[in-house]
């Protein structure tokens, strides 16, 4: 099994957990994605959010309960060290592969969950890589056990109302709205079609991300002149620990996905595109991953309780 390494940055005002880990079935860690039971056809779960673009939930690991962010950055599930001792499972995990951006591969075990517990959904049988989050927990001065990805998300279609901290899982599909915006998914990731001065681009919806980042690549194909792009100092916490760095931010014209439209937008680059929570918390978000679209809706627009 093989995961790209999460990315976690702390940029300027909050902490993003913009990045990716995406993981490969192999012969003995073939368990990768869960089996889903709801009690009903749609269950509301509860979001903790302390006012920093970091929503998280309360699950319960093999009965036992932990914290977890919220993040469609993450294709699948991950525990920490001391969560997986807690359960008794560290001893016992599996050895695998670790792979990051550049290539660059290390260790890592993973952990043979038997069930999570999210309100009145249980995920069942999946395998969940153990990775040191000590770091995000300095920065958001919290405790989290794990990060919940998508492919526990997935298994349902699903909303979440920012503004009134809830996430609302349905087991069944609904037609898309006329707005709709169409997906793709690749290994549990969502990506869609953004225009960034005019042009198609495609980013990773990235829940985990305070900010939206654009690709290094990405200035060239777009010819952002050097007169609209600036070096600023950011701090960044990744895996392996923190650090300060300079980092090239740029001044778009024109940024336009469905109802988000920005003129000279600035956003900061790094090696991917994801649409983070600066753009994301003033909609409420719906996503059936299986049907391939999402959308959002201007929670001022409707009185209905979602």
Partial sequence: ???????????????????????????????????CLMATESVQVLLLNDNNYQWRVQVEVNGIPGTFILDTGSDCTIITPQFARKLGLL??????????????????????????????????????????LDHINRALNTEVAGILGNNLL????????????TLTLKSLSSEP????????????????????????????????????????????????PADKRSEINAPKIDIKGAQYFKQTQVQLDSFQVGPIQRTDFFMLTWDHNALG??????????????????????????????
């Fill in 177 to 224: 709205p006329p707005d709709a915006i169409p997906i793709v998914i690749r290994h549990n990731r969502i990506y869609l079609t953004v225009l960034v001065n005019g042009r198609p681009t495609e980013f990773a919806l990235d829940t985990g991300a305070y900010r939206s980042v654009l690709a290094h690549k990405e200035l060239a194909r777009l010819q952002i």
């Fill in 91 to 132: 001893d016992n995990a599996k050895a695998g592969r670790l792979v990051s951006h550049d290539s660059k591969s290390g260790k890592v075990r993973f952990a043979d969950i038997t069930s999570l517990h999210m309100a009145d959904v249980d995920y069942i049988g999946f395998y969940a890589p153990i990775l040191d």
């Fill in 277 to 306: 929570m600066d753009l994301l918390s003033s909609w409420i978000l719906k996503v059936d991953a299986r049907h391939r679209w999402l959308s959002l809706t201007d929670p001022d627009a409707t009185s209905t309780p979602h």
């Fill in 1 to 35: 099994m093989f995961i790209k390494l999460k990315l976690v940055y702390w940029l300027l005002l909050g902490v993003s957990l913009s990045g990716c880990v995406t993981t490969h079935k192999s012969s003995d860690l073939n368990a990768y994605n869960p089996e």
């Fill in 154 to 165: 997935n298994k349902t279609a699903w909303q979440i109302d920012w503004r009134r901290n």
